[in-house]
Structures are given as structure tokens and as C-alpha cells.
T-cell receptor, first 114, second 113 residues
């Protein structure tokens, strides 16, 4: 079955550490996105990528980094510069660059700073 | 800031009632709108979408209405069931190539038996 896979489901990070969240899709989608979700809040855009080797900052990119070396993969690194990283992270992909066909979301990674 | 928002953070209904979830958007250039359903601990799931050249679109038990005059979007769920309990988000696309969807804050729908 085609889909989008995020791993791990739960992740714990010590303060000062960098951690990388994985996102893989086999839908042959061109565009991929990372959103952050805090309790009672909507989804806020961190980074997105329309094509391989290219990505753009979203509204809350500070403290995060991404890469898009393969069409199928869009990993997100939460760096030590992110002061409040505890959140639910969602990866998504879409067929068209404008997202006009809507997104397919992964099941999320819950990151907790300990 | 966000240009998409929902009028009510929570909505409680009885099983069998019809539910209406509202959303306001501020960008006149937006030409594509989507409703998503998110169950606890999961990623959002697509429910229904509508383009700006339409006023209404129906799916299975769901209807989306778009009023461009007042920039208002609504999701109607007929005969609401306990399984409909979730957070519902509206999202808009500004119609610009290379841009991402903007999501509202969500409405939590609680359905009691």
C-alpha cells in the first residue's frame, strides 16, 4: 500500500541534543511538508519542499533544519537552538506543487524534551 | 499570522444530530479549501475539498459550503455518530504556485450517545 511513514512514533530528547525525525513516502509525490502541532493549536508550517534538493522555510523554521536528497524522503532535524521543541510533528506530501489536491499526512512523531 | 480560523474551539452534539463547523478565512486570493479530521494521536485525514468556483460540495454524510462574499467556510455532518468525534481543521491554499496550505486552529467535536 502506498503511504507516508513517520518514525519514530515517540521520541525523547535531552536538552542540548539534536534529533532527526524521519519521513518517507512511496506515493511518488513531488512536494513534502513538515508541520508542528501544539495542544489546542492548529498546524504551523516549519519547512516544505517542492522538488528534490530544494526547500523553503515556513512560518516557524528557526531551530529546525531539513534536507531533500531523495524524492521519497524529507527528514527534519530539531536542533538545540529550538527552545521549545516538545510538540507533535506531522509530515505530509502532495501530488501537485500548489497542494491543490490536498495532503496525505503521516501518523506523526511526538517529541518530548526530558 | 494565520488567515484561517474557526469560530468555536469546541462543539458538543448528540448522536444523530446534524453538526455544523464553521471557519473564516481572510485571503480573497485563496482558491482551494479543505476540511481535515484528526483523531487523537493521529495525523489529519482528508474529508472533503472545494474550489473557489463552487458554492457547495457534497460527500458521504458531509457537505462543505463556501461563501466567498463573507469569506466563510462550513462543514456540515449529517446524522453525527460517536466515530465523528475528533478535531476538525479547515485549510486554505492561496492559489500561488509553491505555497503550502494554511491551517486553522481546529474545532473539537464531541458526540455523545
Amino acid at each position: 500500500d502506498g503511504g507516508i511513514t513517520q518514525s519514530p512514533k515517540y521520541l525523547f530528547r535531552k536538552e542540548g541534543q539534536n534529533v532527526t525525525l524521519s519521513c518517507e513516502q512511496n506515493l511518488n509525490h513531488d512536494a513534502m511538508y513538515w508541520y508542528r502541532q501544539d495542544p489546542g493549536q492548529g498546524l504551523r508550517l516549519i519547512y516544505y519542499s517542492q522538488i528534490v534538493n530544494d526547500f523553503q522555510k515556513g512560518d516557524i523554521a528557526e531551530g529546525y533544519s531539513v534536507s531533500r536528497e531523495k524524492k521519497e524522503s524529507f527528514p527534519l532535524t530539531v536542533t538545540s537552538a529550538q527552545k521549545n521543541p516538545t510538540a507533535f510533528y506531522l509530515c505530509a506530501s502532495s501530488l501537485a506543487q500548489t497542494g491543490i489536491y490536498g495532503y496525505t499526512f503521516g501518523s506523526g512523531t511526538r517529541l518530548t524534551v526530558v | 499570522g494565520e488567515s484561517v480560523g474557526l469560530h468555536l474551539p469546541t462543539l458538543s452534539v448528540q448522536e444523530g444530530d446534524n453538526s455544523i463547523i464553521n471557519c473564516a478565512y481572510s485571503n480573497s486570493a485563496s482558491d482551494y479549501f479543505i476540511w481535515y479530521k484528526q483523531e487523537s494521536g493521529k495525523g489529519p485525514q482528508f474529508i472533503i475539498d472545494i474550489r473557489s468556483n463552487m458554492d457547495k460540495r457534497q460527500g458521504q454524510r458531509v457537505t462543505v459550503l463556501l461563501n466567498k462574499t463573507v469569506k466563510h467556510l462550513s462543514l456540515q455532518i449529517a446524522a453525527t455518530q460517536p466515530g465523528d468525534s475528533a478535531v476538525y481543521f479547515c485549510a486554505e491554499n492561496k492559489g500561488q504556485a509553491g505555497t503550502a496550505l494554511i491551517f486553522g486552529k481546529g474545532t473539537t467535536l464531541s458526540v455523545s450517545s
